[in-house]
C-alpha cells in the first residue's frame, strides 16, 4: 500500500459547510484537516428516505494534480431489485476532497461503485437502503407526460400532473443578489409565492457561478466554479423543497450587460463553461426541486447549435431528470420544456399588450407539439409597463394557460411593478381549484364542443371528470351525455375568495347550470379525491 492510499479517508457528511470560492488558484495551499486512516475497501453504506434528504459522500483525496475541477470520477448507484441505474459525477469541494451525492428513485437497496482514472477515488463500493419518507405529500423531480407538466408524487413516484407557474418578487426577494439568503428567507419567499398562488420562486445566477457577487463577465477572472455559490444554490433549493416549493434558476442573462458566459475564457461551450456545466451535473443533479433555463435575449447573443450542446452535456451527466429551456428558442431532444419569448402574436407594439392574445392562441401553442411541455418564459409581471396584466388579467391568464392543456406561466412583480396584487385571494382561488383539490389530471384534453361559445372544457378520459370555465356569465352549458354514470358537482366563482358552491349529483346528460350572479366561473364534475395543503 502506498502513501496515497494510506491517506485515503471516506467519510460520510450530511452537512454542508461553507468554503472559499476558487477562482483557479493552486489548492495545495489549504491546509487539510487532522485524518484518520481508513483501509481501502470500507463500505460507505448509508440510508435514506424517498427522494430527500440527499445523501452524501467525501472522499479524501490529497495527492491529486492539475486542476481538480477537472478530475473526473463517476458513481454508478443500481437498485438490486428493479435494476434501475442512476450514475453521477463526483465534484471537488476544496480541502483535497471531493463529494458525490445520491437521491433515491425507488424503495429499496442500492449498491454503487466508483470509478476513476485517479486511484483513491477508483473502486469504492458501498449501499444505501432507501426507506419510505415520513412526509406522505414528499414529492421528486419534474418531469412531464407528453405536453403536460407531471410531478413524482409519494414513496411510489406516481406521475401526478403539475401546473408550472413561475413567481418572481424583486423588491422583496432580489433574484440577482442572493448571496446573504438564509433558510428564513427561502421560507419567506416561498410563502410570499403561496400568498399569491404559485409555489416556484425564481433565481438568477449569471457570473455567480464563477464569483459570488459578479454578474457580468468583466467582474471576475475566474474559470472555476465558486463553491461559495453553489452552496447558497443548493440550500435554496433544499429549503424550497421542504416548503412544498421548487426553484426555476435561469443561468445566464444578456450580452448587453455581460451576464454572459462569451467573455469567460474559451467562450461558450468553451473549457471554462463546460467545467462548469459538469460541476452544475454533479452538485445539484442529485437534488429535487429545480428546473433552469439558459436565460433572455438569446437570439441576440447565442444560437441553436450552442444551445442544444449546452442542454445535451447536461442530461448526459445530470444523472437525475431535471427539465432544461431556453427563452424562445427550442432546445432537441427529450426531457426540454418548449418555452417561448415575447407578449404574444400578431401584437402592435404600440398597443397595450397582456401576454398571449387569447385562449386559443395557448391551445395552438400546447397543441404545437404534444411529446414535450409548454412555458411562457416571458415575465408576465402584475402592471409591466405597456401592458395590460391587471389582476383581472393575471387571473384569467392564469386560467387560460391551465383550462388550454396546462401552459407554464411567469408571473409577480419588477421592483418598479405596482405592489402588491390587490386581490391576491383570486390567485390563491386558482391554486386551490387545481393544485389541492388534485384537479389537474395528465389525462385531461381540451373538450370545448361539450360547452356554448366563450367556454372552455377538460375532461378526464375516463369520462368521470370534467372542469368547465367560463367568463362573465351566469349560466353554463354542460354537454355531460358521455359522462360515466352521476358525479357530484362544484361551482366556485373565480375572482373571489375560495368557495364550493355545491352543486349536488349530476345526471349523464345536457344541462345548464344557473349561477347566482354574472361573473367568471369554474365547474368541477366528479370525485378527484384532493388532498394537497393550500398556500
Known amino acids: 500500500m502506498n502513501s496515497k492510499h494510506v491517506a485515503l479517508l471516506m467519510t460520510v457528511a450530511l452537512s454542508r459547510v461553507a468554503s472559499p470560492a476558487s477562482g483557479g488558484a493552486d489548492e495545495r495551499s489549504e491546509k487539510p484537516s487532522p485524518l484518520r486512516a481508513a483501509p481501502r475497501g470500507t463500505k460507505l453504506d448509508k440510508t ?41 459525477e463526483m465534484f471537488y469541494n476544496g480541502n483535497n476532497t471531493w463529494k458525490f451525492r445520491f437521491a433515491g428513485t425507488r424503495l429499496g437497496k442500492w449498491r ?25 405529500k414528499i414529492s421528486g423531480f419534474l418531469t412531464h407526460k407528453g405536453n403536460k407538466f407531471a410531478i413524482q408524487a409519494g414513496n411510489q413516484g406516481k406521475l401526478q400532473g403539475y401546473l408550472f407557474t413561475v413567481y418572481m418578487e424583486r423588491m422583496n426577494f432580489d433574484a440577482l443578489h442572493f448571496a446573504d439568503w438564509d433558510e428564513a428567507t427561502v421560507r419567506a419567499y416561498c410563502d410570499a409565492a403561496k400568498q399569491n398562488g404559485f409555489e416556484i420562486i425564481f433565481v438568477h445566477v449569471n457570473n ?18 465558486d463553491r461559495a455559490t453553489f452552496e447558497i444554490l443548493e440550500n435554496i433549493i433544499t429549503t424550497a423543497h421542504q416548503q412544498g416549493c421548487r426553484v426555476h434558476f435561469w443561468a445566464w442573462g444578456d450580452e448587453s450587460r455581460k451576464w454572459t458566459p462569451k467573455g469567460v475564457p474559451g467562450g461558450i461551450n468553451g473549457a471554462a463553461d463546460r467545467r462548469l456545466q459538469r460541476y452544475i451535473a454533479a452538485r445539484l443533479g442529485p437534488l429535487p426541486g429545480w428546473t433552469m433555463g439558459y436565460g433572455f435575449d438569446l437570439h441576440e447573443w447565442t444560437n441553436q447549435a450552442q444551445l442544444n450542446s449546452w442542454a445535451e452535456l447536461l442530461h448526459a451527466r445530470l444523472g437525475w431528470q431535471h427539465l432544461l429551456c431556453a427563452r424562445g428558442q427550442p432546445l432537441s431532444g427529450p426531457h426540454n420544456i418548449n418555452s417561448y419569448d415575447g407578449f404574444g402574436r400578431d401584437v402592435p407594439l404600440a398597443t397595450t399588450r397582456s401576454g398571449p392574445r387569447d385562449y386559443h392562441e395557448i391551445m395552438g401553442d400546447m397543441d404545437s407539439d404534444l411529446t414535450r411541455p409548454h412555458f411562457y418564459e416571458e415575465r408576465h409581471s402584475h402592471l409591466r409597463e405597456g401592458f395590460n396584466l391587471n389582476m383581472d388579467g393575471t387571473r384569467r391568464l392564469l386560467w387560460w394557460e391551465t383550462m388550454a392543456g396546462g401552459m407554464g406561466g411567469f408571473f409577480g412583480f419588477y421592483p418598479r411593478s405596482p405592489y402588491p396584487y390587490p386581490n391576491p385571494e383570486q390567485l390563491r382561488t386558482h391554486y386551490t381549484f387545481w393544485h389541492t383539490h388534485k384537479r389537474f389530471l395528465l389525462n385531461m384534453k381540451p373538450a370545448n364542443n361539450l360547452t356554448s361559445a366563450g367556454g372552455y372544457v377538460m375532461k378526464g378520459e375516463s369520462n368521470k371528470h370534467y372542469l368547465f370555465y367560463k367568463e362573465t356569465t351566469d349560466t353554463i352549458q354542460l354537454d355531460l351525455t358521455g359522462m360515466d354514470g352521476p358525479q357530484p358537482a362544484v361551482a366556485v366563482e ?42
Open 208 to 225: 455567480q457561478w464563477f464569483k459570488l457577487g459578479a454578474l457580468g463577465w468583466n467582474q471576475h477572472s475566474s474559470q472555476n466554479p
Open 48 to 88: 435514506g428516505t424517498m427522494w430527500a434528504p440527499y445523501l452524501e459522500w467525501r472522499l479524501k483525496n490529497p495527492s491529486w494534480s492539475g486542476n481538480p475541477f477537472d478530475l473526473v470520477a463517476t458513481v454508478t448507484f443500481k437498485h438490486l431489485d428493479s435494476g434501475e441505474k442512476r450514475t453521477t
Open 112 to 136: 454503487f461503485t466508483t470509478s476513476s482514472s485517479d486511484p483513491d477515488l477508483d473502486g469504492q463500493n458501498g449501499t444505501t437502503t432507501i426507506n419510505p419518507n415520513a412526509d406522505p
Open 494 to 535: 373565480t375572482n373571489k375568495a375560495y368557495k364550493e358552491i355545491t352543486l349536488g349529483t349530476l345526471k349523464p346528460k345536457s344541462q345548464t347550470i344557473r349561477l347566482p350572479s354574472s361573473s367568471d366561473w369554474a365547474i368541477a364534475v366528479g370525485d378527484f379525491g384532493g388532498d394537497r395543503p393550500g398556500p
